[in-house]
């Protein structure tokens, strides 16, 4: 006969399996991965969505709309960081959704490799512009009550190698479309051909 503390006991132990289990699959489905595939080769960025949400949804929804496909990477700064995602091969400036918060105290830091958002002046101006730190750059990180920081959410899980190529190509300043002098512009434009969310 079964007694009723074993019962019980088995009953435990598969409500905590299933509950492992459904931990498992919610981090796996929640790892965005997107691949920027760019005229100098592929780089994947995995996304942290738990970290950054609001930046995390802000970034999918420019990518599910092709919104970054034909942008270039438009200021190159090697032993700093390759900034992109706002203009097209005739330096226009493409239009944008409204800004977005910025969660730069989100406690990730602008390290070799991570992705950010790209702002002015203003924390919260942040649209679509991101850029990948091409080293270690700490003036850019939160502080409290003193630098409001810049965004990271997410990093270079492959092809950091095609992030070096890219910032060590040559620069110039180049005009947009509004006339204003753009500097550490790529003299060869490197595009971004299109933007997609992976799986693993």
């Known amino acids: 006969m079964i007694s009723k503390s074993w019962f019980c006991?088995?009953?435990?132990?598969v409500v905590l399996v299933c509950g492992c289990d459904e931990e498992i699959k919610k981090a796996k489905v929640e790892r965005n991965m997107v691949k920027l595939e760019t005229s100098m080769g592929?780089?994947?960025i995995e996304l942290?969505?738990?970290a950054a949400p609001v930046t995390v949804k802000n970034f999918l929804g420019y990518?599910?709309?092709?919104f970054y496909d034909g942008t270039i990477f438009h200021r190159v700064m090697p032993g700093f960081m390759i900034q992109g995602g706002g203009f097209t091969t005739e330096m226009e400036e493409k239009q944008t959704r409204?800004?977005?918060i910025n969660e730069a105290k989100n406690g990730l830091k602008n390290e070799r490799g991570t992705i950010a958002m790209a702002r002015t002046n203003d924390p919260d101006s942040a649209t679509c512009q991101f850029f990948i730190n091409h080293r270690n750059n700490g003036p850019l990180n939160y502080v409290e009550n003193g630098n409001p920081g810049?965004?990271?959410?997410g990093k270079v899980i492959e092809g950091m190698d095609v992030v070096d190529a890219i910032a060590s190509v040559v620069t110039?300043?180049?005009?947009?479309?509004?006339?204003?002098?753009?500097g550490d512009v790529p003299v060869e434009p490197?595009?971004?051909k299109s933007a997609r969310v992976v799986s693993e």
């Open 9 to 13: 006991g088995l009953l435990t132990a």
């Open 42 to 44: 592929n780089i994947v």
């Open 48 to 50: 942290n969505e738990q």
């Open 63 to 66: 990518v599910e709309e092709g």
């Open 98 to 100: 409204e800004a977005i």
């Open 150 to 153: 810049y965004a990271v959410f």
């Open 172 to 182: 110039t300043t180049r005009k947009n479309k509004k006339g204003e002098d753009m």
């Open 190 to 192: 490197v595009v971004i």
